[in-house]
Nanobody, 124 residues
Framework: VQLQASGGGLVQAGGSLRLSCAASGRPFSRFSVGWFRQAPGKEREFVAAISWRDSSTYYSDSVKGRFTISRDNAKSTVYLQMSGLKPEDTAVYYC??????????????????WGQGTQVTVSS
């Protein structure tokens, strides 16, 4: 399984970005996918996740109401729409996949496959 994260960039506070996570190597419809981020000097943290079975979604409190995770199985891609961006959202964003799992999607150890990360920088 290969994951390719893209869509990062530099944006002003209050702006929007859409990240994409394209997957290959296995039937995508069975992937649960999570987004995590790591800011400089901090540990990697959970951002959002979407289940393969019923597209249930999960968000960290820090992004709830501003970020939206979605999936397009026909394109084997999961999206993270980020709005109302804040300087504290600055981080490298990683997508991760777990095949067939629907539990503990907020935990990094759940995921078997990781993408390379995409940088998001929010200027004040």
């Amino acid at each position: 399984v290969q994951l390719q994260a893209s869509g990062g960039g530099l944006v002003q506070a209050g702006g929007s970005l859409r990240l994409s996570c394209a997957a290959s190597g296995r039937p995508f419809s069975r992937f649960s996918v999570g987004w995590f981020r790591q800011a400089p000097g901090k540990e990697r943290e959970f951002v959002a996740a979407i289940s393969w079975r019923d597209s249930s979604t999960y968000y960290s409190d820090s992004v709830k109401g501003r970020f939206t995770i979605s999936r397009d199985n026909a394109k084997s891609t999961v999206y993270l729409q980020m709005s109302g961006l804040k300087p504290e959202d600055t981080a490298v964003y990683y997508c991760a996949a777990e095949i067939g799992g629907i539990h503990y999607l907020t935990y990094q150890r759940t995921y078997d496959y990781w993408g390379q990360g995409t940088q998001v920088t929010v200027s004040s």
